[in-house]
């Protein structure tokens, strides 16, 4: 049976994974771990601190989903819980202005902190283990310097925006020495919390702790973790002339082009968005057909900053086996 | 044998195997749980009820269980979107217990992860 999806232009077809003992007389799908590491490929496209794109080949989607679920919903990461207000005379309400400042995203490494134990009395909760704390006190005052006629807030007034780069680190007992070299701070320093104005301030005190994105997204270490498949275009019979012209209109720029010859061919499916555009016209029918590779994932992780993508796709990979070690490890009652 | 007796035994072997393990970690007796109305009397064929995991292990673990040629029919539901348990049925031909089957899926899946991280650090080094 061929690994390729087919997309026509009102239904897919051949979507489920066939590869199971029983299913062929003449091959065998059984489990081997050796067949595997020889099958199985990883080619990396891109690779910087906030993104990667990345091919898994040769696995199947089960897996594949649940790499990508653990990433977005499993891999821990450190982010504001706790937001304790001394005074805000500013017009965002302090749980608007608290829930701001849990969605920024903070640069800490989560294998610094411990979990916080939750079956402890709030007093012993949090210790410099745990816990991160960060500090935020602004106060808006008028510019007596400002420019005559001027009608801009940043001229006319001292602090009337508060940024994520407002919020201070305090590092708390032992932490002066561990997180010396790497002061917590947030991974983009332009995000706008709130807008004051003369008369107006903001004094709180943040607690981040380790959590979960399944828990709540601010504690997600990716923007986004996604795979689609790879496409793949088969050209039939060859069209030539005005039509080959017509045919790489079709498709996202650099996916079909026309050889020497005048026949469109394709150059990169990869490229392809398999928007099915052409399967619209006549003119390519039965000429093109379009699928998608079922066994090649092309995965895009997208980082907040405090990890790199590929931290956190290891990560994903050592939580799955810790999850299967567990429950092996775990008596089966009745 | 019956079920109970494959599940007793099954526990006696990982205490005295895994004794280390449990050494640091505490015994999670509500983990994972045999659904004795669904057990055949020699143990294989079986459903189970895992606490605490979703579609996420449920069907790489189907998937795995499923790549090996002694297991007839394995499936898992999760019941109810609201409660966090994961139900899985596991029917092998004869040869192996489902606690077999199921405990050589869970190794199966610990290696497919070794050889995934490996496959990537590899890469990441080539670069």
Redesign the interface.
Same mark, same amino acid.
């Given at each position: 049976m061929s690994n390729i999806v087919g997309i026509e232009y009102n239904r897919v077809t051949n979507t489920t994974?066939t590869?199971?003992?029983?299913y062929s007389h003449n091959e065998?799908?059984?489990?081997d771990?050796n067949k595997?590491?020889d099958t199985?490929?990883?080619?990396?496209s891109h690779?910087d601190d906030r993104e990667a794109n990345?091919d898994?080949i040769h696995?199947?989607a089960?897996?594949a989903?649940?790499?990508r679920?653990?990433m977005i919903s499993?891999v821990p990461s450190v982010a504001a819980e706790y937001v304790y207000f001394f005074n805000n005379t500013s017009v965002i309400q302090d749980e608007v202005l608290a829930h701001r400042i849990g969605l920024v995203p903070l640069k800490v490494d989560p294998d610094m902190l411990t979990w916080v134990d939750k079956s402890l009395p709030e007093a012993e909760r949090f210790t410099d283990e745990n816990t991160v704390v960060m500090s935020l006190n602004v106060k808006c005052t008028a510019n007596p310097d400002a420019p005559k006629g001027s009608t801009d807030p940043k001229e006319l007034y001292n602090n009337a925006h508060i940024y994520s780069r407002d919020l201070k680190f305090e590092p708390q007992g032992k932490q002066l020495d561990s997180f010396a070299k790497h002061p917590v701070l947030p991974t983009d320093p332009d995000i706008l919390l709130a807008k004051l104005r003369p008369g107006q301030e903001i004094s709180l005190r943040v607690h981040c702790i380790l959590g979960v994105g399944g828990d709540h997204a601010k504690f997600s270490p990716v923007c986004t973790a996604s795979y689609r498949l790879m496409p793949h275009i088969d050209i039939l019979e060859t069209i030539q002339g005005e039509d080959a012209t017509k045919f790489v209109k079709c498709f996202p720029p650099g996916v079909a082009a026309i050889d020497e010859k005048g026949e469109a061919y394709i150059k990169d499916a990869r490229k392809d968005t398999v928007s099915r555009e052409v399967l619209r016209h006549p003119e390519f029918e039965g000429k093109v057909k379009l699928g998608r590779v079922k066994d090649h994932f092309i995965f895009n992780v997208e980082s907040t900053g405090a990890m790199t993508p590929?931290e956190i796709?290891?990560k994903s990979?050592?939580i799955?086996?810790n999850?299967?070690?567990?429950?092996?490890?775990?008596?089966?009652?009745? | 044998m019956s079920v109970?007796e494959v599940?007793a035994s099954?526990?006696v072997e990982?205490?005295s195997d895994?004794h280390a393990?449990?050494e640091e970690?505490e015994?999670?007796?509500?983990?994972?749980?045999?659904l004795?109305e669904a057990a055949s009397e020699d143990g294989t064929c079986a459903s189970?009820q895992?606490s605490d995991? *979703?579609?996420?292990?449920g069907?790489?673990?189907?998937? +795995?269980i499923?790549?090996?040629?002694e297991v007839e029919f394995c499936g898992y539901s999760i019941p109810h979107p609201s409660e966090t348990v994961l139900n899985l049925r596991i029917q092998t031909y004869g040869k192996m217990t489902a606690?077999e089957a199921l405990?050589k899926g869970?190794?199966?899946?610990?290696?497919?992860? *070794?050889?995934?991280?490996?496959?990537?650090?590899?890469? +990441?080094r080539e670069?």
């Open positions: 994974s590869d199971f003992p029983g065998d799908f059984s489990w771990v595997f590491r199985m490929d990883v080619q990396i690779l990345f898994l696995i199947d089960s897996i989903n649940a790499f679920r653990i499993e590929e796709f290891f990979v050592r799955l086996k999850k299967a070690e567990y429950l092996k490890n775990c008596p089966i009652t009745q | 109970s599940v099954e526990d990982m205490l895994e393990v449990q970690e015994l999670d007796r509500d983990k994972i749980r045999l004795p189970f895992i995991e *979703d579609h996420t292990l069907n790489a673990l189907r998937y +795995i499923m790549k090996n040629p606690v405990h869970l190794k199966d899946l610990m290696d497919l992860c *070794d050889v995934v991280e490996d496959k990537f650090t590899q890469r +990441i670069l």
